[in-house]
Structure formats: C-alpha cells, structure tokens
C-alpha cells in the first residue's frame, strides 16, 4: 500500500465519524429537523468498518516506528485484536443492556415512590440492579484485558 494511501485513509475514516454531523448542523443553522440523520449515521458506521478493513493497523504502527518492527508484529496479533474486540464489546452491549433496563425501571419506581413514600426502597432495588449489569460487563471487560 503506498504512503498516500496510508495517509488519506485515517483522513476518510475521520471525515465519515463527522459525517452524522452535518445534518444535525444543518438542521440547526435552518430550523428543520434532521429527518436523514439515520442514514449518515449508517454510511459512516459502514465507512469506518470497510476502512478499517482496508487498512492494516500493523503497517500503520510499522509506518509509525521502522525501528521496532520486529516489536510490533509481536504485539499486535489476532489473537489479542480479539481479545480487545471481545472487551469492547462486553462493556458496550452490557451498558446497552444496563441502558434499557434503568429506561423501564426508573419511571416505575418514580411512580411507585410517588403513590407511597415507602415504596422508595423497594423500588430503589430495582433500579440499582439494572446499573449492576453495566458493572458486570466492565468486570469481565477487565478480567479479559488482564489476560491478553
């Protein structure tokens, strides 16, 4: 891959993570709303992905330090891509999770609390188990880099 190749992608991936932006501006500089927001969103998800793809990130650091070549291929390897794929994706999915389950827990235990007062503890469980699960996932995010 030449030099120019190796320096523009990095410049694409940067112009597609600010592409979700320009309707949200423009919306902003015009007063209407954003309606194909969802479909930069997408172009740029996808963008990155195939860049990403593209662009080897061992040449990239090789680029970046000739003199420890050797180094950096023994470094970054599949297996440990893997192993930080797997944690990124542990703490992502489990806040999701933590995510929808505090969005269906709080506005019950807020009505619980505000019909009696003593059902605020009780109620308070529930919201705090729902936390937990986001916990949970960057513990095991943790162990999992500990071990690469």
């Given amino acids: 891959m030449s030099t120019l190749m190796m320096l523009l992608l990095p410049l694409a991936i940067v112009l597609l ?9 423009r919306g902003v500089t015009t ?26 990130v ?3 650091f090789a ?8 180094a950096v291929a023994e470094v970054v390897s599949t297996g440990a891509g893997m192993g930080y794929l797997a944690a990124a994706l542990v703490t992502g999915l489990s ?10 827990a709080a506005p019950a235990a807020i009505g619980a609390f505000s019909e009696d007062a003593k059902n605020f503890g009780k109620s308070l469980i529930f919201v705090a188990l729902g936390e937990g699960v ?4 960057l513990l095991i995010s943790i162990l ?5």
């Fill in 144 to 148: 999992i880099i500990n071990n690469l």
């Fill in 17 to 25: 993570l600010a592409m979700p932006l320009v309707p949200v501006y």
């Fill in 58 to 60: 061992a040449d990239l």
């Fill in 31 to 56: 007063g209407r709303k954003a309606k194909h927001a969802m479909v930069f969103n997408l172009c740029a998800f996808f963008g990155v992905a195939l860049c990403a793809m593209v662009m080897p």
């Fill in 134 to 137: 986001a916990l949970y996932g």
């Fill in 63 to 70: 680029m970046a330090a000739p003199a420890t070549t050797e």
């Fill in 95 to 104: 806040c999701i999770g933590a995510g929808i389950a505090v969005a269906a």
